[in-house]
């Protein structure tokens, strides 16, 4: 991302609210080369010291403020801080931008996500929270891109199917052939797996067989359900938030 330094009379063209500084002085003056984002280092005339604001363009274009840093020593360490913070936040606006407008997570498309693997799962890394803005469908596809990952041949089964598997796992060696059926889930944090879904997945791992079901959630279970699962638990595996979060750290 190009980062530039701009004149102050520009920096005024964009539309922001700008709120009283008192004894601060703007100095310097910086934007992306898209301008989303935008950033002017100041100095306190007081004490000496220098700070930084940094704003955002929002979706009717106006700018609103996502970072400011005070006290700092000098213009030099101001200057450095700023512009960091800029390209890692134009950085985080851009894989966003592709996340939830782009054909990749169209949630009708059935393509699992491979032309961007680790810049995907490098941003849920860093940002897990934005797993719970996902399309549903979309988290099935991330679920089966870290399970290829672990070594699996994946597959993502129809949308309109039943519960019970949503990916279809395997791993074939000279020794064995294991087999997962995975169900996945993308609740809030305040809806709990409960024992329905224990039982209704269950209910197919008894019918079809696998070598084990897996339930892989962005919430949590629910105490019933965590027991319910433990009287099968060599057949399946209930996988919550810091689970997927651990899986995350390898990338």
């Known amino acids: 991302m190009a980062l530039k330094s701009i004149s102050e009379n520009k920096f005024n063209n964009y539309e922001f609210e700008r709120f009283p500084t008192f004894a601060a002085v703007e100095h310097y003056w910086y934007a992306d080369d898209e301008t989303n984002i935008i ?6 005339n007081y004490d000496k010291d220098w700070s930084y604001v940094i704003l955002a363009k929002e979706e ?26 800029m390209r ?22 059935v393509t699992i996500i491979n032309d961007m693997d680790e810049v995907v799962k490098n941003y849920f890394k860093r940002n897990p929270t934005k797993l719970y803005e996902m399309h549903p469908r979309k988290f099935e596809e991330l679920i089966a891109s870290i399970f290829k990952d672990l070594g699996f041949d994946v597959e993502l089964t129809k949308a309109t199917r039943d519960g019970g598997r949503d990916i279809i796992a395997n791993i074939r060696t000279a020794a064995t052939n294991f087999l997962a059926y995975v169900e996945c889930k993308r609740y809030s944090p305040d809806h709990k797996i409960d024992v329905g879904i224990i039982r209704d997945v269950a209910g197919v791992q008894y019918l079809d067989r696998p070598s084990k079901s897996i339930i892989v959630t962005t919430s949590y279970f629910t105490k019933d359900a965590q027991e319910t699962a433990k009287k099968i638990e060599n057949q399946l595996d209930l996988k919550d938030f810091n689970d997927i979060k651990y899986w995350l750290e390898r990338y």
């Open 39 to 44: 950033g002017t280092v100041l100095l306190d």
């Open 60 to 85: 009717n274009g106006s700018y609103a403020l996502v970072d400011v840093s005070v006290s700092i020593e000098s213009d030099t360490k101001a200057i450095h801080q700023i512009t960091s913070k």
């Open 88 to 109: 890692e936040s134009a950085r985080i606006g851009k894989i966003e931008k592709i996340l939830y407008h782009s054909t990749l997570f169209d949630s009708k498309s």
